[in-house]
């Protein structure tokens, strides 16, 4: 299933909310995240910053944390990918 403009449009909102709620906690290790899009097939792309672009857990915190977090707030998100590290949920 394709995702037109307005339902990417809604999904970047709720993608993005999903990662202000889990900001705090790369924050408080030194990192953060970026939404870069949302494909029409459903591909979230996000871009990790500071410590998490080295930290040995960052294919961790992409499948329990992030890739969870936004498929739960956007069931319409079919996988994850990290556009800076080659990891993909």
Do not use: W, Y
Request: charged content about 25%; some cysteine.
């Amino acid at each position: 299933m394709r995702l037109t403009r307005e339902q990417r449009d809604s999904v970047t909102l709720r993608a993005q909310q999903a990662l202000n709620d889990l900001r705090p906690f790369l924050e408080a290790d030194g990192g953060d995240i970026s939404l870069e899009e949302i494909t029409a097939d459903g591909i979230a792309r996000v871009k990790l910053h500071g410590a998490c672009c080295g930290c040995a857990m960052s294919h961790m915190t992409m499948k329990a944390g992030v890739e969870e977090a936004l498929k739960r707030a956007s069931p319409e998100i079919r996988s994850v990918e990290a556009v800076n590290l080659g990891v993909v949920a």
